[in-house]
């Protein structure tokens, strides 16, 4: 039989009357009505508070407003395909058929994870961003070893440098290169007596109780997931309706501050004859190396984040219909 799924909500005249023209069809275009209330998650009231009354039937949709020519012919239409593809016996229209009916633990799984994923991706970004800051503290508190752990742990994903980290628990945030030209913060050199070019030991420096202890992963990169980790709270505390950052905003706010800035940095400092002469060496400071991660962690944020939720969306409105359909089924 056809099965048919009309998305409704209370109070709601226009999904009356389609309820009541659906009936008046049952004997003409014999199907299961599987009645959906947008109200049951938040996905669907988000899709359909404008639209409904929204009928499918196979492949085909109607959304309000529509009488019942449209819904005789929308269902004359999924009945004729449905009796075309079963007198194929077409292997994958029976293989997806059969899945129709059974609710399996993957589908379970998908469903919850969709409707959970903005806080499992808050839960890694914070826990990767907050190990580096919790090196510092273990160090603060003598505790070396697991302090040591993290730092070796994260020493392949960032350079480590001693004056582009963030310090705690010092009488400065920074101790950046006296290149950068930073007048009123103690240069790296001074603080430690660690010279600046040795960049092995200034990768390899970890802090002291003089100085403070610097964070595992580089100021930079300790904004750029810092400020993602921001934009996940804001997203799910607004209820994800947030749209997505236009992609030339994201390249002129996100991409280019932290390129012009990283970039210039890298090239200035390569030591390639002629290119000096053209880019005149420069180290950057922390604020413009804390500001432009930020910028980039948090626009990039704003441009991928709401993708993903459109993808989660249209996952959970699919399982939820599958399982509103599978549970109408087995009730009859």
Not at 273 to 283: A, D, F, K, S
Request: with cysteine; aromatic share 12%; glycine share 6%.
């Amino acid at each position: 039989m056809l099965t048919v799924t009309l998305f409704t909500r209370k109070e709601c005249h226009l999904c009356e009357q389609a309820k009541a023209d659906l009936q008046s069809l049952q004997e003409e275009i014999p199907h299961q009505l599987v009645e959906i209330d947008i109200e049951s998650d938040e996905s669907l009231l988000k899709s359909y508070l404008t639209e409904i009354p929204v009928l499918e039937a196979g492949p085909y949709r109607l959304k309000a407003p529509f009488g019942l020519p449209e819904l005789r012919m929308t269902l004359g239409a999924a009945r004729d395909r449905r009796g075309h593809l079963e007198q194929l016996s077409d292997p994958e229209y029976q293989r997806r058929s059969a899945n129709a009916q059974v609710m399996s633990g993957t589908d379970r799984f998908s469903l919850w994870i969709s409707r959970h994923y903005i806080w499992l991706v808050f839960f890694l970004f914070l826990l990767y961003v907050g190990l580096p800051v919790l090196a510092p503290v273990l160090m603060k508190a003598r505790l070396q070893t697991p302090a040591k752990v993290i730092y070796t742990v994260y020493s392949p994903l960032c350079h480590q440098l001693g004056f582009r980290s963030l310090y705690l628990f010092g009488p400065q945030y920074f101790y950046p290169r006296s290149a950068a030209g930073v007048a009123d913060l103690v240069n790296f050199e001074q603080a430690t007596g660690v010279s600046e070019d040795d960049l092995w030991a200034a990768r390899q420096y970890l802090g002291s109780e003089e100085v403070g202890y610097k964070t595992a992963l580089c100021a930079r990169d300790v904004a750029i997931y810092g400020a993602i980790v921001l934009f996940i709270v804001i997203y799910g505390l607004t209820g994800r309706r947030i749209k997505p950052l236009n992609w030339i905003l994201w390249l002129l706010l996100g991409i280019l501050p932290v390129g012009l800035d990283g970039f210039s940095q890298l090239f200035s400092q390569v030591g390639i004859p002629g290119l000096n002469e053209l880019i005149p060496y420069r180290e950057s400071t922390p604020f413009l190396r804390t500001f432009t991660g930020a910028l980039f962690g948090f626009m990039t944020a704003w441009f991928g984040l709401p993708y993903v939720e459109e993808s989660m969306q249209e996952t959970r409105q699919l399982l939820v219909k599958k399982a509103r359909v599978i549970e109408k089924t087995n009730t009859r």
